[in-house]
């Protein structure tokens, strides 16, 4: 079965870096690739994808400059990196693989897998 995993979530100060993983069984990262995030009460937001075919990244505004969004074909495993972390980044954070066919890689209902998510906090 499918299955993604986030790992390397966890409290920070603001200013510090985080990086997460996301390791896949059953699949490979061969699709479109997103993390999003969602804090309590507040809608999923998109923060970074990767089209791994084509070596295009995609982030959003918000993280733009401070993430940076890679995979190890190796270790079935893409990360987010994330550097100059702001109270605002705090959430859950999830790495999702997209539909072969689908949509936008910002909109979340376009995403077929899911993992369980990853608590990042940050500090003031």
């Known amino acids: 079965q499918v299955q993604l995993v986030e790992s390397g979530g966890g409290l920070v100060q603001a200013g510090g870096s985080l990086r997460l993983s996301c390791a896949a069984s059953g699949l490979t990262f061969n699709r479109y690739t997103g993390w999003f995030r969602q804090a309590p009460g507040k809608e999923r937001e998109f923060v970074a994808a990767s089209n791994w075919s084509a070596g295009n990244t995609y982030y959003a505004d918000s993280v733009k400059g401070r993430f940076t969004i890679s995979r190890d074909n190796a270790k079935n495993t893409v990360y987010l990196q994330m550097n100059s972390l702001k109270p605002e980044d705090t959430a859950v954070y999830y790495c999702?693989?997209?539909?072969?066919?689908?949509?936008?890689?910002?909109?979340?209902?376009?995403?077929?897998?899911w993992g369980q998510g990853t608590q990042v906090t940050v500090s003031s």
């Open positions: 999702a693989v997209k539909g072969a066919y689908s949509g936008t890689y910002s909109y979340a209902p376009n995403y077929n897998y």
